[in-house]
């Protein structure tokens, strides 16, 4: 079975980035399982904190997903051409290596994608995360681009992709980040 962690960086309920993912787990091939986890719990970070609590139980949860898995799936949405502060703000809580602890992502497979309502389907934001990608030590994978523009005309008010186009892709996406990951 190939584990794949799927970290969508919205925490709104209705979020297209989720929904992404969610749509992902079920066009997975057979043998990939896809664990769509999000960043909520997760507070600002803060040195202080850290030193007086170590991680929030939140990261750490995350933290041990990521580790456990074969590679990760980020599904960002685009905030003002980047990407937003609650996944850059997550991405440095499970940099963070207290004695005796794992960077997770070191040598980890990672894929981007994501949604966004507008016309560019994140392309920046894509582009912002690559530095932060090489900062964390990923093995980045780019076999296939993954934009999800207009997101809200590819989903239905439940959530489910409806775009049959994109539902494909994002599956032909899945299947070849698994091979990857091997
Ligand atoms: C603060 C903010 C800035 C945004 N900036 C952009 C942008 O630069 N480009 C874009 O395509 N969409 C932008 N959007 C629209 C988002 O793509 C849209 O809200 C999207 O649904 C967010 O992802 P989610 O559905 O997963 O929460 C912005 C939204 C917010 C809240």
């Given at each position: 079975m190939t584990r794949i962690v799927a970290i969508s960086g919205s925490l709104r309920k209705g979020s297209f980035n989720t929904a992404l993912l969610r749509a992902a787990a079920q066009v997975a091939p057979e043998g990939v399982h896809v664990d769509v986890a999000t960043l909520h719990g997760i507070p600002l970070y803060d040195g202080d904190l850290e030193d007086r609590e170590g991680l929030p139980k939140a990261v750490r949860q995350l933290k041990d997903l990521v580790n456990g898995a074969d590679g990760v799936i980020i599904a960002t949405p685009e905030y003002n051409h980047s990407f937003p502060g609650v996944l850059k703000n997550a991405l440095d809580w499970m940099s963070r290596p207290p004695?005796?602890?794992?960077?997770?992502?070191?040598?980890k497979p990672v894929a981007l994608t994501g949604a966004s309502t507008?016309?560019?389907?994140?392309r920046m934001a894509q582009a912002a995360l690559l530095p932060t990608l090489r900062a964390l030590g990923t093995i980045p994978w780019f076999g296939r681009l993954l934009f999800v523009s207009n997101a809200a005309d590819c989903f239905?008010?439940?959530?489910?992709?409806?775009?049959e186009k994109m539902k494909s892709r994002l599956a032909e996406f899945i299947k070849d980040f698994a091979d990857f990951t091997k």
């Open positions: 004695t005796g602890d794992v960077r997770v992502f070191s040598g507008g016309p560019v389907g994140t239905d008010e439940s959530g489910n992709l409806i775009d």
